[in-house]
Structures are given as C-alpha cells and as structure tokens.
C-alpha cells in the first residue's frame, strides 16, 4: 500500500491541471486537413507535459498480466478428484499438481477452466438403475440419483419412458420433436444427453398466466447438441411470445455441468421481478433464479463452494429475456455463438462469473447491452467479438468487475461501444470501434486504472471519455478518425494521453477538478482506418 501511494503521489505531481474548456483545439473544421496537421503539431507542443514518461511508468507498473485463474470447489459426498477431472474436463495430472495431498469428500478443490466440450454418450448401454422420482403438490417432477450410486445416463427417449407415468413428456408422432409438459429437476449423479440422434426440437410448454414449465439440472451434467429448445404456448401452437405473464426456462443450477454446441435456443425466460411469487400462484422453482432464459446459476451465497459451468459453441440464442445469463459460473467457454434479438443483454455473466473465455462470438440488436459482466467478475478475457446496434453498450464491465481484458474485438453503432463503471485493472486494447452514438470508451463511476491502448476509433462525438472520479487512465497508441472530441473528461484524474494519431486536435476538459497529463501525439491528415468491419453484413 505504502508503494502504492508514492505511486500516486508521484503521478500526480507529473499531471498537467488542464482548466480550459470545450473542444480546445478543434483545427480541423476551420482549416482543413494538411493545415490543421501542422498547427495540430504546435498544439501538441505546447501540450506535452513535462517528464510525462514518469506518469507513463507508474501506470504501466500497475498493469496486469491477464489470465484467467482456478475457482473453488468443495466436494460433496460421493464425489473424488477423478469425479472433478472428469466433469470439468480437466487433466487428473493437472488437477492433482493444483490439489496436492489426500482430496476426499469435503475438501475444497482448485479447478481451472474447463478444456473441452463433454463427448456424447455411446448410443447403448446406458443407465437409469437406481433413480428416485417424486412430484410436489405444485407438479414439479424430481428425478434424483445420489452420488454415492453409479451414475445414470440417458437421453430424452430414455427420459419419457422413465417418467411415463408422470405424463411429463411426449412425442410428436413420426417426429424426433419432443413436449416437456410438467416442469422437471435432474439432480445429483444424473447424466441426460439432448441431441440430434435422438431429438430434432424440445418444446417447453408455456401458457399464460404462468402455466409454465422448466428443464431444471441441480448437481447433475447435460450435453444439448444439434438441437433447438423453444417455448410452446398451447393456445397458439406456436412459441410464447409474452414473457410478461411468465415463460417457460432451461437452467444450471448450483453444481450443474451444462453443455450446449450447435443449437438454437430462443423465446425462453421472464424477468427478474417474476421471481417473487407470481399472481400468488406459489410456483416453487421460479424463485431460485436464472429464470431468464437459459442460465448457468449457484445458489446465492455459495461462491467459493459451489460452480456452475459449461462449454457453449456454435449456438444461436435469440428472442429470449436474456439471450445467456450466469450467476457464480467460473471456467466457462463461450464460442462462435449469435446472441441476438433479446429483450434485455446478449450475453451477460452476472455476481462471481468469473475466468470465462469468451471469443468470436456475435452480439446484435438486443434491448440494452450485446455484453456485460456485472458484479465482481473477474479474469474474464473477451476477445474477437462483435458487438453491433445493440440498443445501449457494446460491452460493458459493471460494478467491481477487475482484471479482465477486452481486445481484438469489433463495436459499431452502440450508444457506448466499451464501458468500464466502477471496475479496476481493466484493458480495452486492440479493438476496432465505429460510430458510437455517444462514446468509443466510457470510463466512470469511480474506476481506477484502466488501459485503453492500441484501438482504431471511428467517429462519434466522443473518443475516450472519462468522469464522474475515474482515475488511473491510460490512453496510448490509438488511433482516431472523425471523432469530434478525443478525449472527453468530467471529474477525472491522473489521465495520460500518449502516442496516439488523429487528423485533428479536439479535447473537452470539465474545469478544475479534471487532472490530465499529455506526451507526444501524431496529427495525421490521413490516419490508416480499417473500415472493412465496419462496411460487412454480419450474420444476424
């Protein structure tokens, strides 16, 4: 801490107190590009503030090394390190070296990120020994299988036969489509695989006035593959379009492993305030969370003993509430997905999701945010996306959400293409950014050192813009065309503005309470700018 604040100290003494106001040096709209270069030069000059390498230094020495990290895990009865390898898809050598000595039932493991998407299960010889079936008063089916028994496997066939009884599941004739009817919880050592051998599509009856239906896995596995999963509204005989009134939901809850590679999940979840005891109708399952669509949730207060995780590639989710929703998930892969069309965000990690990889994927046209992480979501790395006309930010790390890196990916056209409020030890860098309606970079709500570095940003009103006490921002290597202002602050200190190239100068300064230091900036008539991203029909 001591180190810490020398330095800070020492960064504020280097810091140029900046106290004029609105578009200092806006050459470009009154002289035209090889003049405005030139006297952009001189304005740079006179700009550059002394020993500014010293505030370049100190920043850079607080900069992480991104990666992402293990998670906890305790284990539960019945449950060894073999187990652990096995349903995080992790090598036993590499979970052994992180767990050395006796693991036995209670202990609490370290497991890194999953490594591989589950394998389906062999077409015969599967299990469904030793399963315990009840149904409450309110009609949810329990299909449970302890952990201290061998494991069952089964499939959706398999799953209806089980459960005929029950009149939980049925076929369309002559169809591999298949009607869940009655919600229904797998738990515990229960391995079910949805996939295009057995199924085509798997509807989830959803009605009005909440008559609706979940596939629920708690401490269980499940592979979706090849498949789609959509709602079924039985007045209509098309999907539920009306998630007001309560809609039918896929979730992982608490210990689940849930896998999901080219599918098509759509028109699932309701929202957050549905959770309470809708219309006072007492649907039991609802309050648990992750009601949103399809989710990966522990149980609130669990973190550190409890993940919830998967491998999600090649999957479209689409008109849900929330196109993907996780709550305390860790490890988990999200690739090559289409995250569009949903009413709240594309994709977004929720409380302690944390060390997920998330990597070219598609965020587009959704009601608030393509992407977000929210609440104490850590090592994230969110790499070769892109994030187009979402209806507010492109992406977005929210509240306390530290050491993740946002780069090589793509944002055009969200009201604020990369936001980081109230987060720490973040990078934006490398990414190619266009046509924000209101910034390129938002920084605020108090964050504390944030790198931007090696981006090309294409026009809007604002390039970086930092307010309301966000601190600690380095700005370098970047590349602006046709920003208005290229940097934009409010109630924001210990900014430096380095190396970067633009066609003009254009900075906006709030008044005394902003603190930025500059060094050495390129004005250039013609800066090189990739619009091939920004001139391609993406797939949506």
Known sequence: MANQKKRNAKLGLVLLLIPFIVGAFSLYYVFGGTVAAELGYTANNRLLTPNWQDAQNDLLATQPNYAQRTSAYKLQPGQNIEWAAKHFSVKLDTLKKLNPGTVVPGTTINVPPVESPLSPLPADGHNTNGLVITQDQGGVIYVSNDFRNPEVTMNIPELMKVLEKYNAIEQRAGTKDYILDAPLFLQDNIRLDITSDTVGTLYLKSGANFAITTLTFKDSEALISGVTITSLDPATGGPDL????????????????????????????????????????????????????????????????????????????????????????????????????????????????????????????????????????????????????????GYMLHQDSNYNVIENNVSIGNVDNFVIFDSHFDTIRNNKSYDPTGSHVRINAGSKQSYVQNNMLYGGPKGIYAYDHASGVLVKNNTFFKVTNLLFTQTASRILFANNTSEKVGYHFGGDNDHAAFGPNIIKGNPSIDLGPFNKTYRY
Not at 377 to 392: P, T
């Open 242 to 393: 009306k998630y007001q009134d309560g809609r039918s939901f896929v979730r992982a809850y608490s210990n689940t492993r849930m896998d999901v590679v080219g599918s098509h999940i759509l028109n699932l979840g309701m929202a957050l305030e549905q959770m309470d005891d809708p219309v006072g109708k007492n649907i039991s399952f609802i309050p648990l969370g992750g009601i949103y669509g399809i989710s990966w949730r522990i149980p609130t207060h669990t973190y550190g003993e409890n993940i919830a995780t998967g491998w999600v590639e090649n999957s479209t989710m689409d008109h849900n509430y929330i196109g993907a929703y996780t709550f305390g998930a860790s490890g988990m892969m999200w690739r090559g997905n289409v995250f569009d069309n949903n009413t709240l965000y594309g994709l977004d990690p929720h409380d302690d999701s944390n060390n997920a990889m998330v990597e070219n994927n598609l965020f587009a046209h959704n009601g608030k945010h393509g992407f977000i992480v929210s609440k104490r979501c850590d090592y994230n790395i969110i790499r070769n996306n892109v994030s187009i006309d979402n209806h507010l930010h």
